[in-house]
Nanobody, 118 residues
Framework: QVQLVESGGGLVQAGGSLGLSCAAS????????MGWYRQAPGKQRELVAA???????NYADSVKGRFTISRDNAKSTVYLQMDSLKPEDTAVYYC????????????WGQGTQVTVSS
């Protein structure tokens, strides 16, 4: 069982910045990917950014150049730095982890609200 503890988020004006963090309860050496998804009201959950075991990073087109995903291997923690935020970034953000041993199973954090006012 993997526990994910998220922190960060909140309310910010358009153009502002916020940071999210997510600490996993397992060694980084067991983790295949760590990432962030978001879900806005009435919409499907979508990938925001992910970082692979290789260090390769994927971003949704809508956040490229504005969001940065990073990882602290010693702490098994993934971060999402969100800059130049827009009202359309408003959503609940969920941390996601997939293990090397269970590549098809998603572990989710509890979700944290990000609200961007115009």
């Amino acid at each position: 069982q993997v526990q994910l503890v998220e922190s960060g988020g909140g309310l910010v004006q358009a153009g502002g910045s916020l940071g999210l963090s997510c600490a996993a309860s397992v060694s980084i050496f067991r983790i295949n990917t760590m990432g962030w998804y978001r879900q806005a009201p009435g919409k499907q959950r979508e990938l925001v950014a992910a970082i692979m075991i290789s260090g390769r990073k994927n971003y949704a087109d809508s956040v490229k150049g504005r969001f940065t995903i990073s990882r602290d291997n010693a702490k098994s923690t993934v971060y999402l730095q969100m800059d130049s935020l827009k009202p359309e970034d408003t959503a609940v953000y969920y941390c996601n982890v997939r293990l090397i041993s269970l590549a098809d199973y998603d572990y989710w954090g509890q979700g944290t609200q990000v609200t961007v006012s115009s």
